[in-house]
Nanobody
Framework: QVQLVESGGGLVQPGGSLRLSCAAS????????MNWYRQAPGEQRDLVAA???????NYADSVKGRFTISRDYAKNTVYLQMDSLKPEDTAVYYC???????????????WGQGTQVTVSS
């Protein structure tokens, strides 16, 4: 089994910053993409940021220039640095990892428990 444990969420004022972390443990073979999603009440879960095995990152247009995704290969951890936060960033943030048992094998997706981020004055 693979467990993803998230931390770093909380309440912050508009313009503030938070850093989320997500650490994977358990039966880790090869981690491909590591991702952050978010879901606001009544909304679908949307991809916020993704980072590949090589470190290439992609972002949703709504967070470009404000959020930065990074990963620590040794710690099997992905981070999301969130700056210049806006009220519309309020959501539950979920990390997601794509784990393969061998190179080119089928994907196995795992999800964190979610961490609440609230941006409000």
């Amino acid at each position: 089994q693979v467990q993803l444990v998230e931390s770093g969420g909380g309440l912050v004022q508009p313009g503030g910053s938070l850093r989320l972390s997500c650490a994977a443990s358990g039966s880790i073979f090869i981690i491909y993409t590591m991702n952050w999603y978010r879901q606001a009440p009544g909304e679908q879960r949307d991809l916020v940021a993704a980072i590949s095995r090589s470190g290439t990152s992609n972002y949703a247009d709504s967070v470009k220039g404000r959020f930065t995704i990074s990963r620590d290969y040794a710690k099997n951890t992905v981070y999301l640095q969130m700056d210049s936060l806006k009220p519309e960033d309020t959501a539950v943030y979920y990390c997601n990892v794509d784990i393969r048992e061998w190179e080119g094998g089928p994907p196995n997706n795992y999800w964190g428990q979610g961490t609440q981020v609230t941006v409000s004055s």
